[in-house]
Structures are given as C-alpha cells and as structure tokens.
C-alpha cells in the first residue's frame, strides 16, 4: 500500500488547515483479510454473570371461598340434622336448619327416598365446616320448600306452591306382548291401561281377535305444575284397539245421575253381563273339551279354557258377585270362585296369589283385580284356568253371549255426541306424552286450550306438540 505525505509546515508559522492526506487508488486485491483467532473458555475465566435482583414478594392473597351443589337422598331411619352432620356443617346450622324447615312441614314427615338439594359454600376461616347457602326438598310436585341462610348468619323458611293444570296427551304404541306392557312402554301409566283393558274386554276377544303389531291409542288427562312436573300421569279419556277387521273405540262419559262409565262412540255402555276374557291374554292353551291330561297322562274332560300369560298377570272378575272359595284345591292349586247369580258362577285357578282383601263372603265389582297369574297345583307352566258354571254344571266359557247394558240418551246424547267428536278428534291430534314431558328443570311445555264440549265441564289444556 502506497501513501504520500506532504512536509509539516514550522510551527511558529500561522496556524493553518493542515494538508489532506493523499491516497492512491486501493483495491481489495491491495488487502490481505485475516479473521480474528476464536476465542477459548479459558478467556473468560474469571467472569461472572450478576444474577437479576428478585423483585419484592407481593402479599399472599387469602384463599377464596368456592360454592358448589350437593344433592342427599334421605335414607330409612335419616333426620335432616343427620344428614347435615354427615357433611360437616356445624351444629347451630344443623339445629336451625331443621327447626326452620319443621315449622313448614308441621307434623309431616319426609319419606325414606326423599331428595334434598343443597348449595353449599365452604369457607377460609373453617375449611372442615362448610356452610349451607340454601336447602330445597320437592315432596310432592306442587309443594316446594326452601330453608335460606339470611345476611345475619340466621335462616329463613317459605314454601312455594305451583299451580296444577290438566292438560290431554295421547300415547300410541303397537302390541308387543301384553296390551298393559306394551302401552306402559309407550308411556301410558299402569291404571290406565288395565282401565282400557278392561273397557274393551267387554267386547273384544283376546284370544281370537289380538295379535301382535297391531296399533291403539290411549287419550290421557294428566295435571301438571307450572313448572312442567306431573302430578298425575293420566286418567284415561278414551281409546281405540285397531284389530285385523274393525277398530274398538271406547268413550268416558259420565250421565246424568248416573256412575261415570265407557261407551262406544254410538252411546252403548260397553259394558256387559260378563267379559269375555277375564284378563289381558290372546293365546289359549287349552279349549273346553275332552284332550290328554298333560301331567296323569289319560283321557278326560278339561272343563274349563287355559289362557297362558306370565306370572303376575291381573286376573278380573268376570261379573259382579260374591267371593265363595278363596284358597288352596287340590290340582287347582290356589282358587277362587265367584257366585254372580242363583244358577250362573266363574272358578280362576293355578293363580300365584290372590287379590287384596279377596275372601269368602266378600263382594266383588266387575273388573276388579281377584288375583295374578301363576302355576300352582297340577300345572305345567304359568296359565289361568277359567271356568264358567251354569245351573252347577261347567259349560264352555267361550259360546256364552251376554247382551249389552244400557246406552245414552235424552238430554245426554247431544253432550256426549259433542264430548265424543272432541275425543275422537284428540285421539289423532293430541300431542305425543313422551313429545311433551320434560325433565325436571327444564321449561314446561307451552299449553294451548283444547275445544270446550257443550255444558261439560272446563276443558283441560292440551299442550302443544312441537
């Protein structure tokens, strides 16, 4: 690299600009680049990094209470403090708690299997005894009581009631199994089905007439509270079987003066001398007839129909009459029999168990539950045997007819003409039960009012079926 410097001037001489520095033309062909040597650890022994100053620790924050539900079910031989107790709230709670929601019940007492819902907060200061917010038990799905803790650490007590409103449903199904079965299934309540059974059994021939997959209808009055609960599960209004040849619609109606009762849609009563069948069955096992005894193995007249249907199954009485045998028979196993008039009576035997308060000397209505299918005595399998007494003698339960009883009339036949357009109507429209049922908690169904049958009665709301 070539450089050039001029002569420094005397400097006793008058300052002046000193003379640029002149340099000739570089190239980095001119410049011998070298890298710096890598640096070693050993170059920075010695060193030390300064760690950073902690900041100032800031005050711990008090730990937060935290609230959360709790729901007790209250068991046999269970008291309210009890229950408490098991959850650690302390003593005065528990005692005040009781005392405030005893001053609702009065003398009641809550059942074993009873919920009580609780919201409970625990508390810093008492970790181990948390504190109840508030206390709610439903006993019944109009009655509500509340138990709530008030600012000053005392309780207060109020019990809140909701309105109860009918409203119609209807509930469809198909057959499978037995009538009552299939329809509890569908979400029809237990009575209303053994009422329908029993309405048409005046009519229809289970045995010849019932077969599996056919379809019926149920039309239910169920009440219900403002907040959608059911206080009733459904009193039945009228139903209609679908059978291979014709439909069987029945009515209720209650006449002038008269016990509430079913009819057709023509205003018959449907009710006859005797059902046809003493319980919901559609096979028959055995006719009346001569046939091989199945357990002696011989030849003999069998006396009465075998109807199979399971253990349990309601047997209903025929007729009304009086209760003349009730108890073991022989082969029969357990028995009764019933006297309907001078010449006319009906046996049920091999039964599981008889009805409640089923004796002799006890009088029995038509239709009402005598006893429940079994396999007692000389039996090969869970049957009823049915047999029907004319003039002493057992004659064949199956050709006996018996004419209808009664039908409306008069100033009842334009009610019930109207009363049974509005059912038959419903019994297609009505909402579906299992469309419109909620969950407790959630929002009750929005209700509409059904058309109002001539001089009856406020008729219920039928909820909407959306």
């Known amino acids: 690299m070539l450089v050039t410097q001029r002569p420094i001037p005397n400097v006793e001489t008058a300052q002046a600009e000193p003379p640029p520095l002149v ?13 710096p040597p890598p640096l070693s650890l050993d170059e920075f022994k010695g060193f030390q990094m300064k760690e950073p100053e902690p ?25 309210i403090e009890k229950m408490l107790a098991d959850v ?4 005065a709670d528990r005692k005040q708690i009781a005392e405030r929601l005893q001053s609702l019940l009065k003398k009641k007492k809550l059942a074993a299997g009873e919920t009580i819902e609780l919201m409970m907060q625990t508390m810093p200061e008492q970790p181990d005894a948390p504190r109840v917010l508030s206390l709610s038990v439903r006993p019944q799905p109009e009655r509500e009581y509340f138990v709530r803790r008030q600012d000053d650490g005392t309780y207060d007590a109020e019990e809140k009631i909701y309105k109860v409103s009918p409203r119609i449903v209807r ?17 029809a309540p237990s009575a209303a089905m053994v009422e329908f059974i029993r309405a048409l059994s005046y009519d229809v021939d289970f045995q010849r007439e019932l077969k599996e ?15 959608g609960r059911i206080t009733h599960p459904g009193r039945l209004l009228a139903g209609e079987l679908h059978l291979l040849k014709r439909t069987v619609t029945v009515i209720r109606f209650r ?27 559609s096979r028959i096992t055995s006719r009346f007839g001569m046939r091989q005894h199945p357990i002696l193995g011989f030849s003999a007249l069998h006396a009465g129909v075998d109807f199979a249907a399971p253990t349990g199954t309601p047997i209903l009485a025929a007729g009304a ?41 006890v009088s029995v209505r038509q239709g009402q539950v005598i006893g429940f299918v079994g396999s007692t005595g000389m039996s090969t399998g869970p049957h009823l045997h049915y047999e029907f007494h004319r003039g002493g003698r057992q004659v064949n339960p ?34 579906v039960a299992a469309d419109v049922e909620k969950p407790a908690g959630e929002k009750a169904s929005q209700t509409k009012k059904a058309p109002q049958a001539p001089k009856e009665p406020a008729t219920p709301q039928v909820a909407r079926g959306d």
């Open 23 to 35: 340099l000739a033309s570089l190239t980095l062909a001119d410049i011998e680049l070298t890298p």
């Open 398 to 431: 199956l050709a006996q007819k018996f004419a209808m009883r009664g039908a409306v009339g008069g100033k009842d036949l334009p009610r019930f003409r109207a009363l049974t357009r509005q059912y038959l109507s419903l019994l297609k429209n009505a909402p």
């Open 321 to 361: 009459g009086k209760v003349v045998a009730a108890g073991r028979n022989g082969g029969y196993g357990l028995y009764v029999k019933l006297q309907h008039t001078k010449d006319i009576a009906t046996a049920y035997a091999h039964m599981s168990r008889m009805g409640p308060g089923i004796k002799p000397g």
């Open 171 to 187: 509930v469809e199904a198909e057959r499978n199994g037995s009538l009552q079965r299939s329809g509890m299934n569908g979400g």
């Open 88 to 91: 650690d709230v302390l003593e």
């Open 213 to 227: 997959g056919q379809k019926f209808t149920v039309l239910l009055e169920q009440l219900v509270t403002s907040d």
């Open 255 to 281: 006449p002038h003066g008269a016990a509430e009762g079913f009819y057709s849609p023509q205003g018959e009563s449907v009710v006859r001398s005797f059902l046809r069948t003493p319980m919901d069955a």
């Open 55 to 79: 900041e100032p620790a800031a005050d711990p924050e008090p730990p937060a209470s935290d609230r959360y539900e709790l729901t007790l079910r209250l068991e046999r031989g269970d008291t």
